[in-house]
């Protein structure tokens, strides 16, 4: 019996580079498919960079045709005005893909690098490092790119649990 791919997308929310990844998930298998990184002009007003992130994001799920979408959980910095403008930032990347009907996946940092490093305290460059071994064809130009690979890399290995939990519930 023949498995059916599952495309999922990868979210990592930022108000000057959003970056995405796409990949197959066939089984255990992944796929690269493409990764990149939205980035309105910082000149720009708040509203209007929103809106440029949506605009790009969205162009990106009509061109990729994920079935599923993840993105990363913000976590609070020193900065309050800050951590308020990513949540901004990552409300526009949990929008986009439920408005064209996709569940999406939430994942904190430390469990994103965990299932993917091994380490949930892991850093940029380790995460790079094993993105581009678990996906060797992967064109990955910023940590941007390779944060959003590794998110759908975790959305691929913890879908099934996820499924039993919704089934359940």
């Not at 990592?12 to 990949?23: A, E, F, S, T």
């Not at 605009?55 to 061109?63: A, K, Q, R």
């Not at 892991?122 to 060797?136: E, G, N, Y």
Request: glycine share 8%.
């Amino acid at each position: 019996m023949e498995r059916q791919a599952i495309r999922i997308i990868g979210i990592d929310p930022g108000l000057r580079r959003m970056g995405w990844g796409v990949v197959d998930s066939v089984g255990t298998r992944l796929v690269y498919i493409a990764s990149g990184a939205v980035s309105p002009s910082a000149k720009k007003d708040l509203a209007d960079r929103l809106a440029a992130l949506y605009e790009g994001l969205e162009i990106v799920l009509n061109t990729h045709n994920p079935l599923e979408a993840a993105v990363e959980e913000t976590f609070v910095n020193k900065d309050p005005v800050s951590t308020l403008k990513l949540g901004q930032a990552r409300g526009v990347a949990m929008l986009v893909p439920a408005r064209l009907g996709l569940s999406v996946g939430e994942y904190a940092a430390n469990q994103v690098k965990k299932t993917v490093v091994g380490v949930g305290h892991a850093d940029k460059r380790q995460v790079q490092a094993m993105v581009k071994t678990l996906l060797p064809r992967a064109e990955i130009s910023s940590a941007d790119e390779a944060d959003a690979l590794a998110i759908a890399i975790c959305h691929a290995h913890h879908r099934p649990m996820r499924q039993l939990r919704e089934k359940a519930s």
